[in-house]
């Protein structure tokens, strides 16, 4: 499909690189008044807000290790690229302002594909209303590279860190967990499926949210802005993308601190629960462990628990103890056993 | 070389995608004010200093596009990925304050040769006193791909664009032209006679710069303060690392003027002017052309030039005309030729 063997097809290299930059990001508009200067000189200029602190993030998306252009249409792909990164700046509990994207390319992609790309990136952008201010626009060697960057801000005393965390705080968890892995085990079976008989036609009704929450994630832009809403500061926070497990560590020892975790509050949309029954899958491993949920994990103060708890975005699952006591899941069984860090891990897959 | 055939070396899966940026970035210090958390959280935060605009750019450097490993040693190339980023914060006549540097690597390298390109990463920040605040790592299915996102800082009247040249300016270049190109020539020729007769000693003692040029540029961060000390504000500034005929040209298209270029005013290094003639290649369409000179070209006001005339750093090269008359090389022979933009272009290199 991604072949560049219909002649009617654009080649990339007909533009060259400033060109091909041009090309894909003209119709992109600056929202933001902090964004002095996007795209067209050396560097984009922005300037901070009062006295706002900056955040900065950027993530490298590789095809072949975080997706795959046989499931995920590029138009898909250029958004969650964008969601990937904004995730980690509302994670700081910041608004995201700007972006940078840069692409390599291989020839096998025709302009027309690339358009596909920025269609995506352009959707996330106006949607979550961040400028696109710069990038870079290059060959590879084989298949496609994106690399974000992603800059947003907030009051200082807003901003929130992973190593807040105290002893009694309540351990929050944004959305539900474990969607995205099963969408992913459904575009998985349904990509063999194809391979044995191009002609099937899948039946996909039943997975709907499963493959939403898969190739169009959506990261919670609308958190920092509720939390402010129901003045709430999180004492620790941090985007679980790679796994609910992995990160409830990561705050932990970030903050010297323990935690109970209860695999009866861990929220499950109706959905996960069935996919887990049909693939076999035990419900709390995907939940822990699956990863690709761009949700939000915070503690907060035990005495903020009345503001929140009325929420439907948010539910508690557990809390933090002292450090000696160590990272337990209490199983509903009602026995302890030690979390492992088991997220999603693009290191590893490459074994 | 670089094959992990050796059983002492360290698999980066052994360490895995957490344990790897630890190992990585651990000895890595931060030294600037504004940098309030560099690694280890969803994002870095920054915070801008007094009313000072922050700058952002981002390059992404491809294996086998932007570089080849069988010359290009790896701590060469972490130092090298750094200038390419910095350099473009100092044409905006800015200060670099801050790198994020992200990298996708296939098995092929083993971690000692990651703490080969980090080694280089980490005498360019020393060197230019930025602090590594963030990045990303992840397998990659071949080669390594490095993607760097530079910052910087300025007063909002410091701040240079590419369009604000006006007619009579002069045009000025730092330091001298075409030595990068044909240092890769040097090596290329090299690795041709290596594959031949790998016994070879080569002699290079006759194209130092040249290489050096090529495998250990530095950025101009002395510019910026130069001019400051000059009390000189230029009125346009431009990164010609693409080539500065096509650099040119982009200050002129987006200032809306013209220019003249005097051919015998173009500086030139002895060691360029010989390679010249050894590899057959005219001097002035290398440096034109060649790319890779990590210099700043800019603009100024006339009434500036008796401000910059005595600086050896500093060689005006020509003037800025009225837009109709276009852009020109003037050649020795007193001709005028059409400048033409064929900077360096990895987009094209693929064809």
């Known amino acids: 499909m991604l072949e560049n063997k219909n002649p009617s097809k654009t080649n990339i290299s007909q533009l060259g690189e400033f060109g091909l930059i041009d090309h894909l990001t003209k119709n992109f508009e600056i929202h933001q008044n902090t964004t002095i200067k996007g795209i067209g000189d050396d560097a984009a200029v922005i300037s901070s807000e009062g006295d706002n602190q ?3 993030t950027t993530d490298l998306l590789i095809e072949g290790v975080h997706f795959d252009l046989s499931y995920m249409p590029l138009k898909h792909l250029g958004y969650k690229a964008v969601m990937v990164n904004l995730s980690d700046v509302y994670a700081m509990n910041a608004t995201a302002t700007q972006i940078t994207v840069s692409i390599a390319v291989s020839n096998r ?22 400028d696109l201010i710069g990038g870079d626009t290059t ?15 907030a ?4 901003i929130t860190y992973r190593d807040g965390a105290k002893e009694n705080d ?13 969408g992913l085990q459904v575009l998985e079976r349904e990509k063999e ?10 039946d996909l009704d039943a997975y709907t949210y499963l493959i939403e929450r898969q190739l169009k994630p959506e990261a919670r832009k609308d958190i920092p802005k509720l939390l402010s809403e129901l003045d709430v500061k999180p004492t620790a926070m941090i985007d679980i993308s790679d796994g609910l497990s992995s990160e409830i560590i990561h705050i932990c020892k970030q903050s010297n601190v323990g935690c109970n975790l209860y695999e009866d509050k861990i ?24 990863g690709e949920d761009y949700e939000l994990l915070f503690t907060i103060s035990a005495e903020d628990f009345p503001k929140i708890k009325a929420n439907p ?11 000696k006591e160590g990272t337990h899941l209490i199983s509903r069984a009602n026995t302890k056993i030690p979390l492992i860090a088991r997220g999603w891990n693009a290191m590893q897959e490459d074994d």
């Open 267 to 290: 929220p499950l949309d109706p959905q996960v629960i069935s996919a887990c029954e049909e693939f076999q899958l035990d419900s709390t491993t995907v939940a822990l462990s699956g």
């Open 109 to 130: 992609f025709p302009v027309e594909a690339l358009e596909e790309l920025y269609a995506g990136i352009k959707t996330a952008v106006k949607m979550y209303n961040v």
């Open 54 to 56: 900056i955040v900065v």
């Open 313 to 323: 975005h948010l539910t508690v699952i557990g809390h933090i103890t002292h450090e």
């Open 170 to 182: 309540l351990l929050v968890v944004t959305g539900d967990l474990g969607a995205a892995y099963l």
């Open 193 to 202: 499926v194809f391979k044995v008989n191009p002609n099937s036609q899948p």
């Open 139 to 153: 060959s590879s060697t084989t298949g496609l590279i994106i690399s974000i960057t992603a800059i947003g801000n």
């Open 155 to 158: 009051k200082k005393e807003t």
